[in-house]
């Protein structure tokens, strides 16, 4: 069946909406949302006793991924844990990055959006928004002229602003984040296999695996925060362990490029959710690192050996 204008079940605006009944889901695309799909169960057992967080959470889900998401019952809760509850210094980093990635040349003034733009910075709602671009007008980090006649705000980068893009982009540029069984059995993979790909191959300043870091806080915060900052995050499944899956998976929501790999004797035991994606079979901590480094190079931009 062809597209046909409906409302967004996320955001409750107008959207292109698409039925395929192979698989029983109903797609959308929406200017809020963005493109995504949802399953009739999905659709059936917990649409409605969502409340208004929780959508915008799933609406900035499906707005910053890389890919179109498939909501289903098995990973909505997994989608909207990763944009709930974000720190309001993580929104104020996005909505500057949005300004600059609009921004034609340096001075140009930008129209802003906040109905439109709320689910790329995990804002609530279009008043969170907006209280978040005044964050960055009482910082200096932005200006704003007059609006127009229609009502818009159109805000450029100051100085200071993108002196500030400067130096977030420095520092999340350089670090990876690896997700990866705990196990003593798998220290030569990370510490000669996983780490050097990363730091000496390609030329990235750190490969964190937070049992490694020093740290004061839960480490599921730290998890959740150092995710949100890395550049690219390493998933390896060998173990099959709940957290690699659920620290990969929220990667995706985040929109995060994630590199999958898994030791050869246990690729067979790879969860059905996640056999869509490449991983990298390895079966020595060389092997490891070879396709690590290959794979890295194909996919993340910049990188390139130390030296």
């Not at 129209?111 to 910082?139: H, M, N, T």
């Not at 990866?180 to 220290?187: A, G, H, N, T, Y």
């Not at 709940?242 to 050869?264: D, M, N, Q, S």
């Amino acid at each position: 069946m062809g597209p046909a204008n409906g409302t967004c079940i996320l955001c409750g605006g107008t959207a292109e909406k698409r039925f395929k009944g192979e698989t029983q889901d109903t797609r959308f695309n929406c200017g809020v949302c963005g493109a995504f799909s949802v399953s009739d169960i999905f659709r059936e057992d917990h649409l409605n006793g969502l409340d208004q967080r929780s959508r915008a959470a799933l609406s900035a889900a499906t707005r910053q991924s890389a890919q179109p998401l498939r909501l289903d019952s098995t990973n909505w809760e997994a989608y909207r844990d990763a944009h709930l509850n974000v720190p309001v210094a993580t929104k104020v980093e996005k909505l500057l990055e949005e300004f600059r990635r609009r921004s034609e040349f340096a001075g140009h003034y930008v129209d802003f959006e906040p109905a439109k733009w709320y689910p790329l910075i995990d804002a609530a709602g279009v008043d969170e928004c907006r209280f978040i671009a005044d964050i960055l007008l009482q910082s200096k980090l932005v200006d704003e002229r007059a609006k127009t006649q229609g009502g818009a705000s159109q805000i450029r980068l100051s100085g200071e602003g993108w002196k500030k893009l400067e130096a977030l982009g420095a520092a999340s540029q350089a670090v990876a984040f690896v997700a990866m069984w705990f196990d003593e059995q798998l220290s030569v993979a990370f510490e000669s296999g996983i780490k050097p790909a990363i730091e000496n191959d390609c030329g990235f300043t750190r490969a964190i695996r937070v049992d490694r870091e020093q740290f004061s806080e839960r480490i599921d915060d730290r998890i959740l925060a150092e995710i949100r900052r890395c550049r690219f995050l390493v998933a390896d499944f060998t173990g099959h362990r709940g957290g690699v899956y659920f620290e990969a998976g929220f990667a995706l929501g985040l929109g995060k490029p994630v590199i999958w790999t898994c030791r050869g004797s246990d690729i067979e035991q790879a969860h059905f959710d996640t056999r869509q994606y490449p991983h990298l079979v390895w079966e020595t901590h060389e092997d490891l690192r070879k396709k690590l480094t290959a794979r890295i190079r194909a996919l993340i931009p910049g990188a390139k050996p130390k030296g």
